[in-house]
């Protein structure tokens, strides 16, 4: 059974950068693609990024140029570096796992996923 803790998460200003992790202990990430999900109060859970095991990731257009989501398979983690935050980042982050690959269109689908974190907040505020 695949476990994944996020941490990282924390109040920032805006413009501010933050570094979550995503760390799995059960089963080797080798197998496994990996999702950012976040989720704000009173609204659906979204897709921010994702990353496969052969290094090609995708990110959502509301991210793109500012997060960058990376793995480090020998430390069984994923990280995703989120730089000039905005104050729409606020949210709850979420990591997941997909066994398998996932496509830049299954890429953001939660019910994709079959294993979850549980969630750190990241809140962006002067």
């Known amino acids: 059974q695949l476990h994944l803790v996020a941490s990282g998460g924390g109040l920032v200003q805006p413009g501010g950068s933050l570094r979550l992790s995503c760390a799995a202990s059960g089963f080797p990430l080798d197998y496994y693609a990996i999702g950012w999900f976040r989720q704000a109060p009173g609204k659906e859970r979204e897709g921010v990024s994702c990353i496969n095991n052969d290094g090609s990731l995708y990110y959502a257009n509301s991210v793109k140029g500012r997060f960058t989501i990376s793995r480090d398979n020998a430390k069984n983690t994923v990280y995703l570096q989120m730089d000039s935050l905005k104050p729409e980042d606020t949210a709850v982050y979420y990591c997941?796992?997909?066994?398998?690959?996932?496509?830049?269109?299954?890429?953001?689908?939660?019910?994709?996923?079959?294993?979850w974190g549980q969630g750190t907040q990241v809140t962006v505020s002067s």
């Open positions: 997941a796992a997909d066994y398998g690959r996932v496509s830049g269109v299954s890429c953001y689908i939660a019910l994709r996923y079959d294993y």
